[in-house]
């Protein structure tokens, strides 16, 4: 095993600066192999993780794996491809792009819509880039595609820790790693879905036969190997902070020590991606029925979506104490639970994660039967020290509601972003449910609270699952956590425009679905969303939305649509 890993690894290595020192035009060529490589074997790739999440081929679930799995690398591949074009052309990447500047001068680049397609397919939808301090309008271009301004680049060997969840985050991490940061990279496989080890293999085989990627096998000895590699200079993971605390300190009480004083074994640049305690903000407002049925299975799907096995899955529902929607809320989503298909805990550990929750909030619910069930925990104390559900990543199929002191829609959502930035584990991830008249009236309060709000993504009427899926917004933690203070991490993926200083992007959506959004008075076309778990034609949406990927063309359009529109 340490032989062929040290081959490997003297491979990348021999070929790490001609990588960086690779031309713009030639990069290019990469990324079209690789669009091309991935829509050849779309299909293969979803059969297997069907196969290995135990999901029936013609199960609307299906839907999952194609848009959290080719679908969303070829919209990457895209997204980079237009920023590298600009990049060797010396067009304005950021050519039709809004860019506003907030009281106190941040500055805040509308990242999508991009083009028509990308306002038919999510009407309604806008997603926006937040920037550090110290961007500013003038500049905001210069902090961008930092590596291709290099005269000299330095070459470097990246190690990427596969995720053993979502079927994209490997060639994602790849695509960040090779053409944002001009590193050559190795990938470790997880476990848990190295299956698909073989067809990424297959999809980059320009690049792994040139000598700039290769993927590699096995277990916590294959991992330990690697990190500590002479040949290896960097590092980036998607997974837990107890796994990161292990590799950066050390295992047991020494690591625990190590830890305390700051005093790293691993000093290795090192990126992360580490999940959280996401929580859920439902604002009050005027909501009817039929808006507390449509939210609560936006929320079953913010918790479920790939059996609650996502980083960013909402946690913790945040509702407003005495406003009569809350309870009926509630029961919405205890209703919509049931009625969701039993589907296989693949993941390791969710027995243990369950009961563990189960076991600290004594009066939680179970809501289906099965080994691992799905259970909701109500009204857990939002004055309560280190409660398990605001402290712990349940990741799995565990829900927890809290209720704070006031239903006026300000006060909630300044009391919301103190309790979330002051009480919740985690910095990646939290969505504000907001009713349309309500989000008027709020006005700069919800501007300044998103301000305030200290997450790497934000959702306003969105699953933070969407800035996942577009290219051009920035996944990661919240910016300023260290070493020994991990939080959810540090750095960020995706971001295919390349922004060197990104604070958090923040996505919009309709609060209502079309066509009841026309009696509402909000005018956009956008039905439910395929990746609702309660969509029954998502595993039909999810292919054609992945053809139309691999070749963009109005002619896919129509089938689209017509599939979306029968949920």
Request: glycine share 10%.
């Amino acid at each position: 095993m340490e032989a062929a890993i040290d081959r490997a690894l003297e491979q990348l290595a021999s070929g790490k600066t001609e990588w960086a020192s690779l031309s713009v035009d030639r990069k290019l060529q990469y990324l079209e192999s690789l669009r091309a490589g991935v829509a050849h074997y779309a299909d293969v790739w979803v059969e297997a993780a069907l196969d290995g999440k135990r999901i029936p081929r013609d199960s609307p679930l299906a839907g999952e794996e194609w848009i959290s799995g080719p679908y969303a690398v070829l919209l990457a591949i895209q997204a980079i491809k237009k920023t590298l074009e600009a990049v060797s052309s010396g067009a304005d990447p950021l050519a039709g792009t809004s860019i506003r500047t907030r009281v106190g001068g941040q500055v805040v680049v509308r990242v999508y819509p991009g083009d028509i397609f990308d306002r038919v397919l999510l009407n309604g939808y806008r997603a926006e880039v937040w920037m550090q301090d110290g961007v500013t309008p003038a500049n905001v271009r210069d902090h961008m595609a930092s590596f291709y301004k290099r005269s000299n680049p330095v070459g470097q060997v990246g190690l990427i820790l596969g995720a053993g969840n979502i079927s994209s985050i490997p060639l994602l991490d790849v695509l960040t790693k090779m053409f944002n940061e001009g590193q050559v990279a190795v990938v470790k496989m997880n476990p848990i879905n190295d299956y698909l080890g073989v067809i990424f293999e297959q999809i980059s085989a320009d690049l792994i036969n040139d000598g700039f990627l290769r993927f590699v096998y096995g277990g916590g000895d294959v991992g330990a190997y690697l990190t500590n590699h002479e040949l290896v200079d960097t590092l980036h993971m998607t997974g837990s902070a107890d796994t990161y605390h292990q590799i950066v300190f050390g295992g047991g009480e020494a690591g625990a020590d190590r830890r305390a004083r700051n005093e790293p074994v691993m000093t290795k640049p090192f990126t992360s991606e580490l999940g959280g305690v996401g929580p859920t903000f439902v604002v009050p407002g005027p909501w009817t029925d039929a808006d507390l049925a449509y939210q609560a299975e936006h929320l079953a799907t913010q918790k479920f979506h790939n059996a609650g096995f996502n980083c960013i899955a909402s946690q913790v529902l945040v509702l407003p104490d005495g406003w009569a929607g809350s309870d009926r809320l509630v029961d919405e989503l205890r209703r919509t639970i049931r009625s969701v298909p039993e589907r296989e805990a693949f993941y390791p550990g969710a027995d243990e994660r369950q009961q563990a929750a189960v076991a600290k909030h004594l009066h939680a619910e179970i809501l289906s039967s099965g080994p691992v069930p799905r259970t909701l925990i109500t009204d857990v104390d939002h004055r309560g020290k280190d409660e398990y559900a605001f402290t712990t990543e349940f990741f799995g199929g565990v829900y927890a509601t809290t209720k704070l002191g006031t239903r006026n829609p300000a006060e909630f959502v300044q009391a919301a972003v103190a309790f979330a930035n002051d009480k919740l584990t985690g910095t990646l991830g939290a969505q504000f449910l907001i009713h349309p008249k309500t989000l008027q009236r709020l006005g700069p309060v919800l501007d300044d609270a998103i301000a305030s709000l200290n997450y790497g993504n934000i959702g306003i009427n969105s699953w933070t699952g969407v800035g996942y899926l577009l290219p051009t917004a920035t996944w990661g933690a919240y910016p300023g956590h260290t070493h020994d203070d991990i939080g959810s991490g540090i750095g960020t993926v995706h971001n295919a425009l390349m922004f060197d200083f990104p604070e958090k992007t923040v996505v919009h959506a309709p609060f209502h679905p079309f066509p009841r959004a026309l009696w509402n008075g909000q005018f956009h076309l956008s039905p439910k969303p395929p990746w609702f778990v309660t969509h029954r034609r998502a595993h039909t949406v999810g292919k054609r939305l992945t053809r139309f990927a691999a070749e963009p063309g109005w002619r896919h359009m129509p089938g689209i649509l017509g599939a979306a529109l029968r949920s």
